[in-house]
């Protein structure tokens, strides 16, 4: 991993410092034990996780020096409420870098899933500390299959990810791609923290591959069924449920079911 390569191209604040490490826990880990004395804007990105994790604990699979594991420490100027916004945020800056970088019809899977042929390709977990209303530290972790091949992935995974050099059957710079993404989070950050989702949400809706399809979502124990309509201005899910009802979700676990 070349990180002057990557400072090289940053055009903005975020990605002008990067803490590279061989392996880590996690990156979101090492990130929040460095908020306190590391500056908006720095970039923890590391070659291997063995502890990288998804959404509602899962592992993410990340092996040496194919892919993008990395974490972005910000301290945005919205409220709690609108911590959802970040996510979104963040998978905005992420489908277009790649969409503009590979050609790939890359799209984003509510609430924090980068998509490629109905296949998963990368995720966003987002983690936030908050006080009197206000969200002093967030951290945004990213992981991307770039290189990796899809013998890599246990066998029931390779039916439900994938990767840039499995849809291009090329390989990439992970440099240009890191680079590319820092800096569309740099733009649609500044968006973030001076218009809320003025600019952010139309802008994610037309990357969504969830509006207008029938899914199901699992919200802890209780699990819904019916049309994905919109977001609202918070990034929670509209969804129409059989009896008519327009339902609210703030998170969960989505399944596009038609």
């Given at each position: 991993?070349?990180?002057?390569?990557?400072?090289?191209?940053?055009?903005?604040?975020?990605?002008?410092?990067?803490?590279?490490?061989?392996?880590?826990?996690?990156?979101?880990?090492?990130?929040?034990?460095?908020?306190?004395?590391?500056?908006?804007?720095?970039?923890?990105?590391?070659?291997?996780?063995?502890?990288?994790?998804?959404?509602?604990?899962?592992?993410?699979?990340?092996?040496?020096?194919?892919?993008?594991?990395?974490?972005?420490?910000?301290?945005?100027?919205?409220?709690?409420?609108?911590?959802?916004?970040?996510?979104?945020?963040?998978?905005?800056?992420?489908?277009?870098?790649?969409?503009?970088?590979?050609?790939?019809?890359?799209?984003?899977?509510?609430?924090?899933?980068?998509?490629?042929?109905?296949?998963?390709?990368?995720?966003?977990?987002?983690e936030i500390r908050?006080?009197?209303?206000?969200?002093?530290?967030?951290?945004?972790?990213?992981?991307?299959?770039?290189?990796?091949?899809?013998?890599?992935?246990?066998?029931?995974?390779?039916?439900?990810?994938?990767?840039?050099?499995?849809?291009?059957?090329?390989s990439y710079s992970?440099?240009?791609?890191?680079?590319?993404?820092?800096?569309?989070?740099?733009?649609?950050?500044?968006?973030?923290?001076?218009?809320?989702?003025?600019?952010?949400?139309?802008?994610?809706?037309?990357?969504?591959?969830?509006?207008?399809?029938?899914?199901?979502?699992?919200?802890?124990?209780?699990?819904?069924?019916?049309?994905?309509?919109?977001?609202?201005?918070?990034?929670?899910?509209?969804?129409?449920?059989?009896?008519?009802?327009?339902?609210?979700?703030?998170?969960?676990?989505?399944?596009?079911?038609?």
């Amino acid at each position: 991993m070349n990180i002057e390569a990557i400072k090289e191209k940053i055009r903005g604040d975020i990605g002008r410092e990067i803490l590279f490490f061989k392996e880590v826990s996690s990156t979101n880990t090492i990130a929040s034990h460095l908020a306190e004395t590391t500056a908006e804007g720095a970039v923890v990105l590391a070659e291997s996780q063995e502890k990288g994790r998804g959404r509602l604990g899962r592992v993410w699979i990340s092996p040496p020096g194919v892919n993008i594991h990395m974490s972005v420490l910000l301290r945005p100027k919205i409220k709690q409420r609108d911590a959802t916004l970040l996510t979104i945020m963040s998978a905005v800056a992420c489908a277009n870098a790649v969409r503009r970088i590979t050609g790939l019809d890359i799209s984003i899977k509510w609430p924090n899933d980068l998509m490629a042929s109905h296949r998963k390709l990368g995720g966003i977990l987002t983690e936030i500390r908050t006080d009197a209303g206000k969200i002093p530290v967030a951290i945004i972790g990213i992981g991307l299959n770039v290189n990796i091949g899809l013998d890599a992935f246990p066998e029931d995974v390779r039916k439900i990810a994938t990767s840039l050099k499995n849809e291009t059957g090329r390989s990439y710079s992970r440099e240009e791609i890191i680079a590319g993404i820092l800096n569309e989070i740099n733009r649609w950050y500044a968006h973030l923290n001076t218009s809320g989702g003025e600019m952010l949400l139309p802008e994610w809706k037309r990357l969504s591959s969830t509006i207008g399809k029938y899914v199901k979502v699992t919200a802890g124990d209780e699990t819904f069924s019916g049309f994905a309509e919109s977001i609202d201005s918070e990034g929670r899910l509209l969804l129409r449920l059989p009896s008519g009802e327009l339902k609210r979700v703030s998170a969960g676990d989505l399944t596009v079911l038609r």
